[in-house]
Every structure is written in structure tokens, then in C-alpha cells.
């Protein structure tokens, strides 16, 4: 297929052009004009067209793009970081520029629209979360991912019944992501570097219940979505690991430090929980499971020693 995939320099979206590239697509990776990461795309492989564009102008690559495109998946967003989350400017622009994607996409002749949404629309809760739980996002970030939701649907429905394009929107609810090179401030992330230096951390309370997803089946989940022969799966999809990986967080940090020998040290209740508050983290994923037979292949603790192998290596300067 021709694919285009905005945010390509983005833990997900690189990896996901990636796995696109494996797969034998044509790919057009959208990242911003003099990106700092823009080495992160390897840009001589066969099969991949990187384009420079802003997020605003995203409405303007079917001028760049020259041929119908399949599938869109939407990764570009402002940040994503702890500090920017509360930002209602920064997150309000995101949902303005998200929309210009989708009419790129519709210009385009996608068939089907994919949009990386999150958790943090759910907002706090104590129970599991389905696609039916009623929303009450805390931050800016989640409420203008939620916001984009709900104009997606209704433009892509007008879209429908006014006869313009039949383009399905998909809005995959990504839960706790861990991998290779993401982000150096994450949780998993952190707990590596400084267990791989024999260094003391400093976390929160860390009492509460959470589920992590390794990359490599965060993008297949959304490859599968994306790839389904259904007549339609639009609508909304929790993406993240089955429920027999939801347990307390304090027990996935053990495991990152039994899985790098013991070093270092860490102590709890020293640091302020992140932007959206202390919660819990209990997804259900039936309805992705049920529409694409879905399952993780990567335990948490495969996970953890394929990402220091991978970061390992990288340092080593042989990737």
C-alpha cells in the first residue's frame, strides 16, 4: 500500500514506518522541517519518501504526494511531555492540526484514517476501562485527544452521508507503551538508565495498578487494525496488553531490576505523580481482540531485555 504516517520521528512512528518498510509499503514519513530526529529515518532505504511539512500545513500534502494513498495513520502531536500536557494552547492547536491531516487523508483517497489516541481521555478510574467508559480527561492533553475524536467522527460521518468519501476512522486509545528508545523521561526508561548504572532512583508511591505494551505489538495491534478485510472498523480501540498483565507497578519496576542484575537502588513516595494524577491503569482490550484476534507476543520481562540489548548496541555505535 501507500501509506503516510505523520510524527516518523516519534517512538511509535518510527517504529511503525519501520515495520511498514518490512512490509513491502511505499511510505511517506512526515516529519518537521529541520527536525533534531530526522536522523533517526533512514532515509536510504527503498520504498520510503520523507517529507518535511509542519503540522499546520498538513492539510497541503496531497500537493506534495502525487498518487492515491491507502492508509494515513496520525502520530504528529505537540507535546506530548509531562510539563506540555497542561498546556490548553499547545493541546487546542493539536486538535486544529489534527483535523488538516484528515482532510489531507480524505484528498488523498485513504480508506481508512488511524489516530493515536490515549489513555488520558479516560481520565481517572479505579475499574477496567472499555471503549464504553465515560470520558473525564484531567489534562489539556487528554481532553484535546478526546476533542479530536469527536470531530473526527462527526466530519468523517458528514463526509458519508453526504456522498463525498466512504474514509473509516479509527481512534486507537494507546494504553503504557515501552521500547527501544523511548522517550528518556518515561518511567521504564528511566528505571534502565539508572539500574544500568548502578544508580539510585527516586520513585512515586507506585501503588497503583498498570499495564504496559511492548513497541513491537503496539504496532502490530495498529498494522492489524489498519489491515483488517472487515467492512468497516471504525471507531474506538484500546490498544495495550491483556488483562493478565495488569498488575501493581511496583511489581513491573521489580522486574526491571531483577532483569539488569540488581544494580542500583530505588526507594517509593518521593516524587509527584505526572500530569494526569495518580491512577490506575486497567485497560480492556475484547473489542480489538474480538475485531483482529490481537495478542501480545513480548512479556514484560522479554520486553525489558530486548529494549537494553537494543539501547546497548546503539551506544556501541553498530546501529
Known sequence: MNIVVTGATSFLGKALVDQLQKDGNQVYAVVRPGSKNLKKINTGCQGLTLIECELEDLHRL???????????????????GSANRLKKDVQQKNTIDGLKALEAARRLQCRRFLFSGSQAEYGIHREAMTEETVCSPVSEYGIAKLEFYRQAMEQTERWRQEGICDMEYIHARIFSVYGPFDHPWSLVESCIRAFSHGEYISLGECTQTWNFLYIDDCIRALILLMEQKKESVSGIYNVAGPEEENRKLR????????????????SYGRRKPNA??????????????????????????HGIRRTCEAETIDRKGLI
Open 62 to 80: 496531497p500537493d506534495i504526494i502525487k498518487e492515491p494513498c491507502q492508509a494515513f495513520y496520525h502520530f504528529g502531536w505537540d507535546g506530548s
Open 251 to 266: 511489581d513491573y519496576i521489580r522486574l526491571i531490576y531483577e532483569g539488569i542484575g540488581f544494580h542500583g537502588s530505588y
Open 276 to 301: 494526569e494524577g495518580p491512577a490506575n491503569l486497567i485497560p480492556d482490550i475484547k473489542k480489538l481482540q474480538a475485531a483482529t484476534g490481537f495478542r501480545p507476543e513480548v512479556s514484560f520481562a
